[in-house]
T-cell receptor
Framework: GAGVSQSPSNKVTEKGKDVELRCDPI?????LYWYRQSLGQGLEFLIYFQGNSAPDKSGLPSDRFSAERTGGSVSTLTIQRTQQEDSAVYLCASSETGMNNSPLHFGNGTRLTVT | QQQVKQSPQSLIVQKGGISIINCAYENTAFDYFPWYQQFPGKGPALLIAIRPDVSEKKEGRFTISFNKSAKQFSLHIMDSQPGDSATYFCAARFTGKLIFGQGTTLQVKP
């Protein structure tokens, strides 16, 4: 009964470098979400997967951000040419069906620091 | 408008008191309203949720009150305990995604 697993838990990178953040959802969960949480802020929606397709990627802040999901399971969020304003905690969540009463289960996040 | 507005930003309550956090929304297409609790260094965890056809839902010390006509909902924590000290987020679901409020940091003093 493992929960949502995210790796790495912390990532420090230099401005301009690319980073990849990984999310392992709960087994069998068809929906997967990425959110961003800046210091003292709420959760900002980035992208939502149903299976391997992304019906809603409206929250990706720029074309430097992309995400993919393979095999209906693991997802990777990639940030190219990182900027200091990308520093935040990136949270992944999964839900069993993605339907409106299916709760989201969050991982503990990846804390990204861009220096 | 897909925003959910949450208040207050921070709240200090004495042990045994009632904590009240309020949220408001505009989009009537929202049809599921959960509350999440987050401790430092952890991801948010579902606390309690309500659908808009229900005016109140209670689970233990936690109650959601929902006012559909006013487009407002609130979380009440009865008999607040120091272990309830955390950040609380309201949210609303729309087309498969959750829109979150800005969060309320609750401190319960012993």
């Amino acid at each position: 009964g493992a929960g949502v697993s995210q790796s790495p838990s912390n990532k420090v990178t230099e401005k301009g470098k690319d980073v990849e953040l990984r999310c392992d959802p709960i087994s069998g969960h068809t929906a997967l979400y990425w959110y961003r949480q800046s210091l003292g802020q709420g959760l900002e929606f980035l992208i939502y997967f149903q299976g391997n397709s992304a019906p809603d990627k409206s929250g990706l802040p720029s074309d430097r951000f992309s995400a993919e999901r393979t095999g209906g399971s693991v997802s990777t969020l990639t940030i190219q040419r990182t900027q200091q304003e990308d520093s935040a905690v990136y949270l992944c969540a999964s839900s069993e069906t993605g339907m409106n009463n299916s709760p989201l289960h969050f991982g503990n996040g990846t804390r990204l620091t861009v220096t | 408008q897909q925003q959910v507005k949450q208040s207050p930003q921070s709240l200090i309550v004495q042990k045994g008191g009632i904590s009240i956090i309020n949220c408001a929304y505009e989009n009537t297409a929202f049809d599921y309203f959960p509350w999440y609790q987050q401790f430092p260094g952890k991801g948010p965890a579902l606390l309690i949720a309500i659908r808009p056809d229900v005016s109140e839902k209670k689970e233990g010390r936690f109650t959601i009150s929902f006012n559909k006509s006013a487009k407002q909902f609130s979380l009440h924590i009865m008999d607040s305990q120091p272990g309830d000290s955390a950040t609380y987020f309201c949210a609303a679901r729309f087309t498969g995604k959750l829109i979150f409020g800005q969060g309320t940091t609750l401190q319960v003093k012993p």
